[in-house]
């Protein structure tokens, strides 16, 4: 079982950056579909962006995500980032790392195609 660690949060003004870290335990990153999840308070759990760290690096963003944030890997770290730009209050929320697709996965911005979550990490825009 590859274990997440997911670090970078905060608290941070309107227009500022944040950059979210992913750590695998292992090289477990190399498997497929990595992405970054968020969940604000009593709202459903919603993609960000996912990126095919397997299969070439492709990137899938939501549309309020698109154009702010961006989504990378460093392979040699097991690593993959979130790197967020021009925050929103409405990005309020905690942030997970996911991983571990599953076999009837239909979009990969669907909460329910990943059997690996971490912790989160708190990120605050106010």
């Known amino acids: 079982h590859v274990q997440l660690v997911e670090s970078g949060g905060g608290s941070v003004q309107p227009g500022g950056s944040l950059r979210l870290s992913c750590e695998a335990s292992?090289?477990?990153?190399?498997?497929?579909?990595v992405g970054w999840f968020r969940q604000a308070p009593g709202k459903e759990r919603e993609g960000v962006a996912t990126i095919d760290v397997l299969g070439g690096g492709g990137m899938i963003y939501s549309d309020s995500a698109r154009g702010r944030f961006t989504i990378f890997q460093d392979a040699a770290k097991n690593t993959v980032y979130l790197q967020m730009t021009s925050l929103r209050p409405q990005d309020t929320a905690m942030y997970y790392c996911v991983s571990d697709l599953t076999d009837e996965c239909r979009h990969v911005l669907n909460p329910s195609c990943y059997r690996n979550w971490g912790q989160g990490t708190q990120v605050t825009v106010s």
């Open positions: 292992k090289s477990g990153l190399r498997w497929g579909w």
